[in-house]
């Protein structure tokens, strides 16, 4: 069975809707219609070798084409994605009053740690992220000589 654009959603909810809703984006629809869900899924299919038809609206059709060994690879990619999201909309900032101070950049410094900690997940495990390796030929031209001559 191919994997759909709810079961995905279902997962990143999962794994990342309390601070969706923190940052003011929709962490509760799994239907397979979350607005906020269209950026990191296009991404993940693309990195997967997929593409999508339309960037602003992943559909099932566009997953299809991803073979069930990268699903978790998907996954993974469509995570990372979504929290880099989610520490674009945080915009609270620590604040003092007098004697009064709230920390409200705290929630922002975690949610970099878990991307630093998920993007050095994705690039161990799927080599995402990680620069190519190319390799050549140095030809110099020269023809060695005989020392006795």
Do not use: H, W
């Not at 709810?6 to 969706?20: I, Y």
């Not at 869900?37 to 084409?65: E, F, H, M, Q, W």
């Not at 970099?112 to 140095?138: H, M």
């Amino acid at each position: 069975m191919a994997i759909t654009r709810a079961n995905v959603e279902t997962l990143l909810v999962k794994r990342c809707g309390s601070l969706m809703m923190a940052a003011g984006m929709d962490g509760t629809t799994v239907s397979g219609s979350n607005a906020d869900l269209n950026d990191p899924l296009g991404y993940a299919v693309r990195k997967c070798g997929g593409t999508v038809a339309t960037i602003t609206s992943v559909a099932d059709s566009d997953l299809s084409g991803i073979d069930s060994g990268d699903y978790d690879k998907l996954i993974d990619i469509a995570e990372l994605r979504t929290l880099e999201s989610i520490e674009g909309n945080l915009d609270d900032v620590d604040i003092s009053v007098g004697s009064r101070r709230e920390a409200l950049n705290q929630l922002s410094a975690q949610v970099a740690k878990k991307i630093d900690r998920k993007r050095e997940q994705v690039e161990r495990a799927y080599g995402v992220g990680l620069g190519e390796l190319e390799a050549g030929v140095v030809s110099l031209g020269f023809q060695e000589q005989n020392a006795s001559e």
